[in-house]
């Protein structure tokens, strides 16, 4: 099966958006879940498999990986980077028929998954695009908003706000 994915290094992201840094000032876990939010919003839109990889470094234990609003999240094993798990992902996933994307502004992690296949795309390219998409949300929905439905007789203006009034019980 044919499956683009993009895969978000979680804290660079974080690190490199104004809102999510801000919320990270009071509480890391609220910005780790808001990026999630607006990841699960993207893969809505554009259809892309999403896996946000955290960086559990220093973290004890095993790795863990979960979906929450159809966004794959893995936390690193112990000892383990984002920019390895990342990495290895992306000998995972490419093939001839998936592209797959890394999101992250780490040049050296760029020039490796680059040199690996896969494409990048930098923190700021990727808030770009989300606002691009949320912009495009925003202009559907006040265009069905606006949009009558068309009726298939043609009716005169007094004869449709006739039939309105009885629809809504004002005879």
């Known amino acids: 099966m044919i499956m683009d994915v993009l895969v978000v290094d979680g804290y660079n992201i974080i690190g490199a958006w104004d809102?999510?840094?801000?919320?990270?000032?009071?509480d890391m876990g609220q910005a780790r879940?808001?990026?999630i939010d607006l990841m699960a919003e993207y893969k809505a839109y554009s259809g892309l498999r999403v896996i946000v990889?955290?960086?559990?470094?220093y973290v004890p234990g095993?790795?863990?990986?979960?979906n929450t609003h159809k966004v794959?999240?893995?936390?690193?094993?112990?000892?383990?980077?984002?920019?390895e798990c990342i990495e290895r992902l992306v000998k995972?996933?490419?093939n001839v028929k998936n592209k797959v994307y890394v999101?992250?502004?780490?040049?050296?992690?760029?020039?490796?998954?680059?040199?690996?296949?896969?494409?990048?795309?930098?923190?700021?390219?990727?808030?770009?695009?989300?606002?691009s998409i949320d912009k495009e949300i925003k202009e559907k929905i006040e265009q069905h908003k606006t949009m009558q439905p068309q009726s298939k007789i043609h009716l005169d203006?007094?004869?449709?706000?006739?039939f309105e009034k009885w629809r809504r019980g004002h005879i």
């Open 33 to 35: 879940d808001r990026l």
């Open 62 to 66: 095993m790795s863990s990986k979960y």
């Open 103 to 131: 999101a992250t502004s780490d040049y050296a992690e760029q020039r490796t998954i680059f040199g690996q296949g896969a494409l990048r795309k930098s923190a700021r390219e990727l808030s770009i695009e989300l606002k």
């Open 72 to 83: 794959e999240v893995i936390y690193t094993k112990e000892k383990e980077t984002a920019d």
């Open 19 to 26: 809102e999510l840094k801000k919320i990270k000032e009071n």
């Open 53 to 57: 990889v955290y960086d559990a470094y």
């Open 157 to 162: 203006q007094d004869v449709m706000e006739k």
């Open 92 to 94: 995972t996933l490419m």
